[in-house]
């Protein structure tokens, strides 16, 4: 006997099932009371697939190449049902994940993809079989409530104060979006408001611009595109020899947008740039943005694990914010997709309500139902929440604080040994897990040679699989690039994987210089 008063045998067959009849084959992989066992031993047996996999995996990659993985999928005809969840598995493991890219090996070292924990894969299992959708309280009861409770968790460690508010998004890029469209429509407002005539939106754009530093992700750019700006609205800002925003070359842009008669509708500071990890200067950028009257947006998509961390005070400014873009997915060891946007004012987040009669009409406002649609651009949204409550519930706060601190402790040690090792020239000193290096060869090698050897180097070590590396521009030049997000990278894995580096750089060396008839 289960708690609901009959065991999953027992359950009633479906309205108009003649007794003891078999349920029909399509219906039977709908997962319900009936089939509830099934559903046990399905994802069950999909599970001890994964932790199987998981446990056999020596080395972060197969290396195997676009035709190898491509030349899998010849004989599969998606018409052709296997009818059988072990022989789908089966080619499954043939098709991904055998030569999948495994982000909890110790030496996968290349993007923002941390290893995640269990209590959010536990989530995950939760969330998706019961497959609440965020976008309206009758679709959620307590999903939207286990989320609010998280957007208020995030914004008192962010210290955004009591008016602060927000919504999980699908990741830093949605979030990033999201922010600039709410800064995009609190400027026009500002604008309309200190106007006399009637001024007209399509007025207004073409003269927002959006100041970020040159070491801003991508996704600022865009979103200025797709919020109709354009590309050309985003001013970039130089920074300094550490690669943080310039505060001087900031104060000079916003002047230049004064006298030119351009509005800057936001300034988006980075806690945590992608290739280097450096943290702009969130006070003496907000000073300006006040006095300035930009909105003030910070991407700590990266950063964000400094909230649980003994490095919170790295974030100092941070509370002073409009905007912040979270991202659990990288610094919290959340699975994809885990992201969040917080405002300081919830009264912005109306630029995204939009009130549809037969989803979430006024009326629900006026009656105060948690619809957490009128706060997102997406619909239907799912309850990524879960994993982070699950996480924070069983292992706390500070235990997440505790794995990102030890990676940014390792990134330290790194940068030392790489700084003193005369193979490799690194470019910044990290302030968090980030290293931007390059193999260095001989002396008469050209710019052009060398950045082809880097690019070879670490085309080389994916190739093999032994490790995985990833690679960045900066001045043009070529560089490698080391993110650590994993605590179980030993100092000793960082050796071996310089080492591996070095030799296959070596070899491209080798080749150029036979290819240019140097020797
Ligand atoms: C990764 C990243 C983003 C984009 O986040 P996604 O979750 O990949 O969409 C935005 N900003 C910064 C600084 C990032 O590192």
């Known amino acids: 006997m289960t708690l609901l ?42 599970v001890d697939r994964v932790a199987r996999r998981i446990s056999g995996v020596t080395q972060p990659a197969t290396g195997a190449s676009v ?24 080619e499954l493991e043939r098709v991904y994940l055998r030569d999948a890219v495994y ?13 995640i924990v269990i209590p959010a894969l536990l989530g995950e299992a939760v969330l998706s079989a019961v497959n609440s959708s965020l976008d309206t309280w009758d679709q959620s009861a307590g999903a939207t409530l286990i989320e609010r409770q998280l957007i208020d968790w995030t914004a008192r460690r962010l210290g955004l104060g009591p008016a602060a508010d927000g919504v999980f998004t699908s990741g830093g890029t949605q ?19 200190r106007s006399t005539g009637q001024a007209r939106t399509s007025g207004i754009l073409p003269r927002l611009r959006v100041l970020t530093s040159e070491c801003a992700h991508f996704s600022v750019a865009k979103s200025a595109a797709l919020l109709g700006l354009g590309y050309e609205a985003v001013l970039p800002v130089p920074s300094d020899a550490d690669k943080r925003m310039n505060p001087a070359a900031l104060a000079g842009e916003l002047d230049r947008c004064r006298r030119e008669g351009l509005v800057p509708m936001a300034v988006v500071a980075t806690a945590g740039t992608t290739d280097f990890g450096s943290i702009d200067p969130l006070n003496e950028i ?4 006040e006095r300035s009257g930009a909105w003030l947006h910070v991407d700590a998509a990266y950063g964000c694990g400094l909230l649980v961390s003994r490095r919170r005070h790295l974030l100092a400014g941070i509370e002073r914010a409009d905007s912040v873009t979270v991202d659990f997915h990288k610094s919290f060891f959340q699975p994809v997709s885990s992201s969040a946007v917080l405002v300081r004012d919830r009264a912005t987040l109306r630029h995204a309500t939009y009130h549809a009669d037969y989803l ?21 949204r799912r309850f990524d929440a879960l994993k982070l409550w699950l996480t924070l519930r069983v292992m706390g706060a500070e235990a997440i604080g ?16 790489i700084e003193a090792d005369p193979r490799f020239e690194v470019v910044t000193r990290p302030q968090l897990s980030t290293l931007v290096f390059r193999y260095l060869p001989r002396a008469e090698a050209t710019p052009e040679m060398c950045d082809r050897v880097n690019r070879r180097a670490r085309q080389a070590l994916f190739d093999s699989g032994a490790a995985v590396v990833a690679a960045t521009t900066v001045e043009g030049r070529q560089y490698l690039k080391f993110t650590l997000l994993n605590p179980e990278t030993s100092a000793n894995d960082i050796t071996e994987v310089l080492d591996l580096v070095a030799e296959h750089g070596a070899l491209a060396e080798l080749a150029e210089l036979s290819r240019s008839g140097v020797s």
């Open 67 to 90: 035709p190898d993985v491509t030349a899998e999928f010849a004989d599969l005809d998606l018409d052709q049902p296997l009818h059988d969840p072990a022989r789908a598995l089966d």
């Open 103 to 115: 982000f909890h090996h110790p030496r996968y070292l290349a993007h923002l993809n941390c290893p």
């Open 360 to 380: 979430n009409p006024e009326s629900d406002a006026e009656d105060r139902v948690p619809n957490q649609v009128d706060k997102s651009i997406q619909t239907t």
């Open 175 to 193: 979030s990033n979006l999201q922010a600039l469209l709410l800064a995009r429509d609190e400027a026009c407002a500002a604008v309309r408001r």
């Open 402 to 417: 505790e794995l990102f601190d030890a990676v940014v402790d390792r990134a330290a040690e790194a940068w030392a040994q």
């Open 5 to 46: 008063g009959h065991s999953d045998e027992e359950y009633p067959p479906a309205p108009g099932t003649p007794p003891g009849a078999a349920p029909p084959a399509a219906r039977a992989h709908l997962l319900n009371g009936r089939t509830a066992q099934s559903y046990r031993g399905t994802v069950t047996e999909g």
């Open 286 to 289: 907000a000073d300006l943005c």
